[in-house]
Nanobody
Framework: QVQLVESGGGLVQPGGSLRLACAASGSILSIYDMAWYRQVPGKQRELVAR???????TYADSVKGRFTVSRDNAKSAVNLRMNSLKPEDTAVYFC??????????????WGQGTQVTVSS
């Protein structure tokens, strides 16, 4: 059906930068909201940033001014540029997309997650 494939996680020092990428593929008619969430062990998954199909963005207070979400509608992709990373940004980051399939139905889809570790 639909797959979301993420890339770009890894280990970075505090103050460093990383870029995450996520591409959707499959029987897609339209993609509406796309977003990045993150989760640490023992805690609920939390919204990091969201971008609508028209480009409107929302950020968690903890990342405002440091993270930038963008999307390429032609490539069915969403990116997350993370600057000034802090140890508390360490988490598994998940891509999410709300998609209308070629069958006409709507569903939300998640990527497999990519680990981001901020440590010296």
């Amino acid at each position: 059906q639909v797959q979301l494939v993420e890339s770009g996680g890894g280990l970075v020092q505090p103050g460093g930068s990383l870029r995450l990428a996520c591409a959707a593929s499959g029987s897609i008619l339209s993609i509406y909201d796309m977003a990045w969430y993150r989760q640490v062990p023992g805690k609920q998954r939390e919204l990091v940033a969201r971008i609508s199909s028209g480009g409107s963005t929302t950020y968690a207070d903890s990342v405002k001014g440091r993270f930038t979400v963008s999307r390429d509608n032609a490539k069915s992709a969403v990116n997350l540029r993370m600057n000034s990373l802090k140890p508390e940004d360490t988490a598994v980051y998940f891509c999410y997309a709300f998609i209308r399939l070629s069958t006409g139905t709507f569903n939300g889809y998640w990527g497999q997650g990519t680990q981001v570790t901020v440590s010296s």
